[in-house]
């Protein structure tokens, strides 16, 4: 049996308490309310939409003749020898640039850790590439890489290596790959010069009293502790690489015959010069599923080196 | 407080500025020397009428997807809608408004044909040009030659002016556009043709393909064109020219200005233009065959002053905006007038050469996925200039996926 309850028709006062914070957590909920309701609008909602989109066979020039096609769109993609082959080129892409700009990015950071006359001025113009626009980034090398007129074919010259068609079927693939290294190792070293300042002095200190050569000091100690932000370096890269354009687009466009086809202009070409925008969202589905099975590894070991 | 009453006399001012400026047409245009004429025509015409037309510029790929996303949300923005020729018409059709009742006879007949579509008058042309021949004058005249009217004299021609750092032909070859419409003019000059005439099918397969493709890969394994041309783009044959390393190019004709510049080149003076476009006897031809291609206005369905973005594009395309405009900006002018005229013919002697090059002037195919056809092509010449595909091998490929695509 229970007891009888009268109904009471809710006050304004309590309305407002309800709305008032009780306890510390609900009040950390109100405050990012904010920040998750505007993720929510700039994430959740485009990401919905293209999932949706990528089901459905929606040109835009067409737009009243939409079809739903379920997994069409993504069946289509990877039983297509031309997506696949765009896929595959971007993660070598990606692997090559982001190993050559973490090997690089490190060593420099290591050189400018140490204190030499001039050091700040180094640091300035080593982020240099960083600061500039890719597509005058690109449009600069494009350039430097012309096989008639260009810098770095000048210069062969000089030592009698014979001119390269820099951007042709043998060579555009490590073109590319220089451009983007060169643009984005800055990038790399910044993270990880911060991460080396973080690093205790004491620890140095004390493996040097306890006579460890400066190969050891860096192996047993600096290394170590590095690894966290070497990763972090990483996941950062390989996203941002792994949907790589502009370079791409201005030296190459995807040439020779395809050779330097990665994915950010296969959805491009898709989206913007077909507007089969249904394929396009699939493209980009499966663009981020890719990127994200990657980060999830590497989150996955920084997990386990943090632990350790 | 005396802030506080400015920032509020600023709002004020700003909130009213809308409604009681003139009125002000929007144009989108690919940046560059079109986007330098047409604001220089803007700028013209709001002297004349007080309209304010702004010339909004942007890469030519942006201008494409900005505008037509503006048209397909019917956002009213764009009043004035820039046509890539028969490229960007099929996807524009749509959302433009017809022109029939302008009176066109005036401009170049090929070239109004241009903006058709179902026999309605969608665009006027306002900056049109065809490929053609520009060669070096002087260097044939020392070897002894006439300017190659067969692909035989072509290839004979470059051969010979091949030597001392000289390429006998420098072409845009880098995959995309640029190498389609490099290939196009070999295609028609061997009575080839990109579509059959329903436009369902391929139609470059055939032998008269064939030749064309193996003779235009063939000029490359020669050695006959630069070795980097496989990067260039069509401002790479400019540059290629002016800097005096090639002979021949068939290319764009505003590019002779560039090429011919005294400010710009080191050959000013040396170059002319040759009437046609080579040709292969065989195929039956009398003529070479060029493409034609460039900018016409029309008027956006959802605009809200549709009758001044008409006044703006039929001044544009009147005589006098166009004799203006060629003289003034280098602009390829399309109306007949002006290639007759002194003042024409002194800035750009040649002039008389191009309009008999355009009589003979074909276009690509008028379909919805041109870019898609085109890019099949890009792809499979590349394949082909590379050596990684046979020419045969490239257009049987090319044939596959076009039709595909169809």
Redo the contacts between chains.
Sequence with gaps: MHSPTTFRPPTAAAGLQRLIPRSDRSLAYTLLAPAILTLLVILLVPLAYNLWLSTYQYN??R?RQTAFTGLGNYIDILTNPAHLNALWITVAFTAFAVLAQTLIGTALALLLNIDFPGNHLVRTLVLMPMLISEVVAALSWRLI??????LLNALLGVVGIG?K?????DL?FVSVLVVEIWQHTPFVMLIILAGLQTIPNELIEASRVDGASRWQRFRFVVLPLLVPIILLALVFRTMFTLRVFTPVWVL???????STLVIGIDIY?TA????DLGAAAALSIILLVVTLIITLAYMRLLRREALS | MFARALVAAAALLALTAGPLAAQTLNLLVSAGGSGRTFESSANQFREQTGINVRVIQYPY?EV??KQ??EL?GQTGNIDIVSIDGSIWLP?LTPFLKPLDDVNTSNLIPSMVDLFRSDGKLLALPVRIAGWVLIYRKDLLDQAGLTPPKTWAEFRAAATTLTKDGVYGFVPAL???NYLVVQWIPFLFGHGGAILTPDKKHAAFNTPAGLKATEYFVGLVKDGLV???A??YEQS?II??MS?G?GAMAITYSPYYLNMNSAKESKVAGKLDIAPFLPYDPDAGLKTGRTLISGWGFGVADSSRHPDEAKQFIQFIAGDSEQKRIAVDNNNAPTSAAVYRDPDYLKAFPAAASVLTALESAEDRPLI??W??VE?IL???L??A?????TPQQALSDAEKAVNAAL
């Design positions: 835009l020039l737009p890489f012309h096989t008639e007129f260009g001119p068609v820099w951007l042709g079927e555009s190459t466009s995807g040439g020779p015959a395809d070409r913007f010069r077909y507007y | 790929a494409r997807e037509l996303l397909v996807e880098k995959q995309g630069p070795p980097g496989k990067a790479d540059t290629a800097q390393i919805e996925n870019t898609e890019d890009a792809r499979e590349s394949a200039i590379s050596g990684l595909k």
